[in-house]
């Protein structure tokens, strides 16, 4: 018995496909300080959810466990379990391209709903729907647990983790477990039979060809027969759109990113609100809910069309330091740094640091003159971000729609964003991206609890039975509440 385990553990240990690149001590110590480095000089709020003294025991402790064994990812690894305790939406770290994910990746697509994994596609055999109990012996609930810090959220925001990591298992798990050649799996299907199945590990163009069959995108909601096109409208899309519910006098507007030029963002809006008063629509659905952000007068473009007053976003903009720390690692910037941060804030001296207490958006942040008048409702969730979680906020704060959904990834008080620097660490090629500025809101309601992403008005996510019909929660609620 003892001879036919000892063959399973090195049958287990063959399947798993060392690709990891060994560092020495010196070239992981030479990274690891180059990170520390960034933060410590850059980072506008590295102390707002974590002590400074226990902060400095992770970075000693970490260069502590530094030796010769240390691999690439195990330095990527030690990274993001600091980074996470920083909890900055904006502070990214990407490992290097040394585990084969490629050709070896998680064949299932995964939703998660109450802290539970669900299948969400009827791949292999398995019902849309079923329980993920166990994956090659680990406990689903561990593993959620231990790859919650691969996804950088604001504060203590769980919506946003739980969104990127059900995009990403197959990435995540194999920087926590390593890469695999098979899965076994043990899961629960919707009419209660445990059963396991053993699945090969699949190349990830297939995987993400297969991704865009997730019920959880509701295209059988909307009566759509292709997939695919309906994948390509509704969910990558990054131009607005609009389409209509006429029965009931409703327009829905799509904005999954506020990513794209201003100027053609802005025409875009014009002759999309021009269509809807044309049509004579009386209520407006918002979606926002697969829009992590882009650029924040887009944002502000947006609210003007649905506001009647003048509004504000922000109160203040801080930076720590005027010039970019570890120049010489940084790969790129998106805007200069001596026109933002020098001529932004040099004028503006405080202790430790740079501060701005008016906004310079400010003139634009007024309604549109063919604005829209009829009741409006906004769709958010966790992967609601950056700018799109700063528009709903907007919302929030002067009552004009109703938010629905679940709260955003963004933060409700802070963020950090405006100048982010991309670096690459010279001997693990390692990518770490940080953005500069600090941005505290303006808010009307402090009661919400510190670290929290923005509060729907009401409060609807996705249940068991909506997945495996493939219904699409919040715009069922929307339209029932509608017709009254």
Request: charged residues 25%; without cysteine; positive net charge.
């Amino acid at each position: 018995m003892k001879k036919n385990l000892f063959l399973l553990s090195l049958l287990s240990i063959a399947n798993i496909l060392n690709a990891q690149k060994k560092m020495d001590s010196l070239a992981a110590m030479t990274d690891f300080q180059i990170f520390e480095n960034i933060l410590k000089k850059g980072h506008p709020s590295l102390y707002e959810y974590i002590r400074q003294d226990s902060l400095d025991y992770l970075f000693r402790d970490t260069k502590e466990s530094i030796g010769n064994h240390t691999s690439d990812i195990d330095l990527y690894k030690s990274m993001v379990t600091i980074t996470d305790k920083i909890k900055d939406g904006h502070l990214l770290l990407f490992a290097p391209n040394t585990i084969k994910t490629e050709q070896y990746y998680f064949p299932l697509i995964l939703k998660i709903i109450n802290a539970d994994f669900y299948t969400d596609t009827d791949d292999f055999g398995i019902p849309i729907g079923s329980k993920i109990n166990t994956i090659n012996t680990h406990d689903a609930a561990n593993i959620l647990e231990h790859l919650k810090k691969y996804a950088a959220t604001d504060g203590y925001n769980l919506t946003r983790k739980y969104r990127d990591i059900e995009l990403k298992f197959g990435l995540f798990y194999a920087y926590e477990y390593g890469s695999t050649k098979e899965f076994k799996i043990d899961y629960t299907t919707p009419g209660g039979q445990d059963k396991s199945i053993t699945l090969a590990a699949e190349s990830f163009v297939k995987v993400k060809f297969r991704n865009v069959k997730r019920n959880s995108y509701f295209s059988k909601f909307h009566l759509e027969k292709s997939e695919m096109g309906f994948f390509k409208k509704f969910i990558t899309n990054k131009e607005p759109f609009v389409y209509y519910r006429d029965e009931i006098k409703t327009a829905v507007l799509v904005v999954n990113s506020f990513g794209i030029d201003v100027r053609k963002f802005k025409s875009s809006l014009i002759s999309i609100f021009k269509e809807i008063k044309k049509k004579k629509s009386k209520h407006l659905i918002i979606d926002i809910r697969n829009n992590d952000g882009g650029f924040k007068p887009n944002a502000i473009h947006l609210y003007s069309f649905i506001t009647e007053k003048p509004f504000k976003q922000i109160l203040s903009e801080y930076a720590i330091s005027l010039t970019v720390p570890e120049k010489e690692y940084a790969t790129r910037t998106f805007l200069n740094e001596k026109d933002f941060l020098t001529d932004k804030f040099k004028n503006h001296p405080v202790y430790d640091g740079w501060k701005l207490t008016f906004d310079d958006l400010e003139a634009i942040m007024v309604p549109e003159r063919n604005r829209f008048e009829g009741k409006v409702y906004v769709l958010i969730g966790g992967t609601t971000f950056s700018a799109a979680s700063s528009f709903a906020l907007n919302a929030k704060n002067d009552k004009t729609a109703i938010l629905i959904g679940e709260e955003t990834g963004g933060g409700y008080y802070q963020f950090q964003g405006q100048f982010p620097v991309y670096y690459e660490l010279p001997n693990s090629k390692i990518t770490m991206v940080l953005s500069m500025v600090k941005v505290e809101n303006y808010v009307t309601d402090h009661t919400i609890p510190k670290g929290s992403g923005v509060p729907p008005d009401q409060y609807i996510s996705l249940s068991i039975e909506d997945l495996i019909k493939g219904k699409d929660p919040l715009l069922d609620y929307v339209f029932r509440l509608i017709k009254g």
